[in-house]
């Protein structure tokens, strides 16, 4: 079983940074997919960022996102930069152990284990 602890959120204006850390328990092989995904009071979780051999977004967050690994430190990073009151969000990492085919890093439920959340607060 692998854990997933992430770091890094907080509050912040908007037009600011942030990074979030995600620390992985278990070893990050780089063919798993490495996520993250947000969830703002009263919505659905949605897909943000992930990882493979190459990396992927959300339309949402293009140009301000960045998400990065190092597998040999078994962590993952999302660079938030120029935040938005929208972004406001809880944060989650999460890993996919499995192959991955076409867009399934877009589906929340393909992904094995996940991260209890950081909150990141943006304020106008």
């Known amino acids: 079983q692998v854990q997933l602890v992430e770091s890094g959120g907080g509050l912040v204006q908007a037009g600011g940074s942030l990074r979030l850390s995600c620390a992985a328990s278990g070893h990050i092989f780089s063919s798993y997919t490495m996520g993250w995904f947000r969830q703002a009071p009263g919505k659905e979780r949605e897909f943000v960022a992930a990882?493979?051999?190459?990396?992927y977004y959300a339309d949402f967050v293009k140009g301000r996102f960045t998400i990065s690994r190092d597998n040999a430190k078994n962590m993952v990073y999302l660079q938030m930069n120029s935040l938005k009151p929208e972004d406001t969000a809880v944060y989650y990492c999460?890993?996919?152990?499995?192959?991955?085919?076409?867009?399934?890093?877009?589906?929340?439920?393909?992904?094995?284990?996940w991260g209890q959340g950081t909150q990141v607060t943006v304020s106008s």
């Open positions: 990882s493979e051999r190459t990396t």
């Open positions: 999460a890993i996919g152990m499995g192959q991955f085919y076409g867009r399934t890093y877009l589906v929340s439920g393909a992904y094995d284990y």
